[in-house]
């Protein structure tokens, strides 16, 4: 999948969104510190993500409590310094908010409702509809369904899940627990939702722990043994028959400053900070989803355009990494006079220019066959008024340099450069942004020209060789 806009010479870049993780996202107690999440992070959420969530009243205590977490944030709750309404949702993502859909499914209200598999059909057909393309996290929360669930409905549910993990591979699923009941640890709810969590945790998946959060409060006291239940009431004995001693929503907010360590935003079945809990939970799984990378988000392949300017040159951005969504303006020119050397249509890019040391993208221009084979991206240094390798303009200037014979292969690093000479394109490895175009090799200093290449590769020089397809 793509994730860019290209309109009038602008590409919105946002950080691509790979389903294929490399251990499980588990959203439970410990992931519930909003002061943890950075403006970048919550930035490239927004972003990034476009997501659909089914629900009746329960799951509604994740969207109740985002709605209040807004002004919340605003007014510098928890100590928060964040831009103003950074945290708000709706459903299109419109003025600078997450692209939210709540309840948009036809045919099921939650996991549980009108029956245990319904909703799987109801998200085939929100998925497969056009003007649904764009919708990249699906999540579903349950009722009370999970309390009085067999091992093999919980299978179901699980395989269903799968199923459509496999048919829709460029969208994720947040699986879910079911909501506390008072039955305690040897109740069946408790037995189901390990269920879930222990699957999630061997097979990679997402969870939305919702049940486990409601066990502790937020200073990280445990209720699990006190058969607690949705709405945060406990029997501090632990014992059935159930006697209710305590709510440790109540006792925790009656500790604390309204509106500077909690928000009053109403929550279905339960107190409000229960719903504080599931909006910061929210906030970091959405955070997670959208970062490939600890700290960075990874985007691949994003055509760009071909230029109009004469030679019909296209440009490709193959690879590379962001720590925000990036705004990117392109233009294309014809090549002057001056231009000593440039073959192709020059490209103009603006707003790739890195944030933090460790980005980079990877450009490549198509060349015509006719120009032969020595060929390059260059780049033009404005110091020097000359085009050059264009991985000269690097920040470590060049020091990287490494040539390949072939097309890009997934190697980010720094400097790498190559032809691809089956495909008649050039492509670099960068982290700068300026005009670009296809260059002959002669303009270029020594040693980087790609005729050295080429004698480097057929073991002309030294015997030394160059991988191939494998910038």
């Not at 919105?12 to 410990?30: C, F, N, S």
């Not at 509809?129 to 699980?158: K, P, R």
């Not at 440009?315 to 925000?324: N, V």
Request: hydrophobic share 40%; with cysteine.
């Amino acid at each position: 999948m793509r994730s860019s806009v290209l309109c009038c010479g602008v590409l919105l870049l946002v950080p691509y969104v790979e389903t294929v993780q490399a251990g499980p996202i588990i959203i439970d107690h410990t992931r519930t510190d909003i002061t943890a999440l950075t403006e970048e992070a919550i930035l490239n959420a927004k972003a990034t993500l476009h997501i659909a969530y089914g629900h009746t009243s329960h799951g509604s205590q994740l969207t109740t409590g985002m709605n209040g977490l807004v002004a919340f944030a605003n007014g510098g709750g928890r100590g928060l310094t964040l831009p103003a309404n950074i945290f708000a949702y709706n459903n299109g993502g419109t003025s600078g908010a997450l692209d939210l859909a709540d309840t948009p499914f036809s045919g099921a209200e939650d996991l549980g409702n009108p029956n245990r598999t319904e909703w799987a059909t109801a998200t085939r057909n929100y998925l497969d509809a056009s003007a649904n393309s764009d919708v990249n996290v699906v999540i579903w929360s349950w009722c009370g369904q999970v309390s009085g669930a067999t091992e093999a409905q919980i299978n179901t549910y699980l395989d269903l899940m799968n199923d459509l993990e496999a048919d829709y591979p460029t969208k994720n699923f947040v699986y879910m627990t079911g909501h506390l009941d008072g039955s305690g640890l040897a109740g069946n709810l408790h037995l189901r939702n390990e269920q879930i969590r222990d699957y999630c945790r061997a097979n990679d998946k997402t969870l939305f722990d919702f049940a486990d959060i409601e066990t502790y409060d937020p200073d990280g006291v445990y209720f699990g043994d006190q058969l607690p239940d949705d709405g945060c009431d406990y029997d501090s004995d632990g014992t059935l028959p159930r006697t209710e001693t305590g709510n440790w929503a109540t006792e925790w907010q009656n500790a604390h400053t309204e509106d500077a360590d909690w928000y009053d935003c109403g929550a279905a079945h339960s107190v409000s900070l229960n719903a504080n809990l599931k909006a910061y939970a929210a906030w970091t799984l959405w955070t997670d989803l959208a970062a490939d990378v600890p700290g960075h988000g990874a985007f691949s392949e994003y055509d760009i355009d071909a230029s109009n300017a004469g030679q019909g040159t296209v440009a490709t951005l193959l690879d590379g990494t962001a720590q925000t969504a990036r705004v990117i303006s392109e233009s294309w020119r014809a090549p002057a006079a001056s231009d000593t050397g440039v073959v192709s249509d020059i490209l103009s890019l603006s707003g790739l220019a890195p944030e933090a040391g460790d980005e980079c993208f990877v450009l490549q221009l198509s060349y015509d066959a006719s120009w032969g084979n020595n060929v390059l991206l260059g780049w033009y240094d404005d110091t020097t008024g000359q085009w050059v390798n264009a991985i000269e303009g690097n920040s470590d200037g060049g020091v990287s340099t490494q040539g390949f014979v072939g097309a890009y292969g997934g190697n980010l690093t720094l400097g790498h450069w190559g032809v691809d000479l089956a495909e008649h394109t050039v492509w670099a490895v960068l982290d700068h942004n300026s005009e670009f175009g296809v260059i002959l090799g002669e303009p270029v200093p020594e040693p980087t020209t790609l005729m050295l290449c080429l004698l480097w590769f057929v073991g002309l020089i030294g015997g030394a060789r160059l991988p191939r397809h494998r910038g």
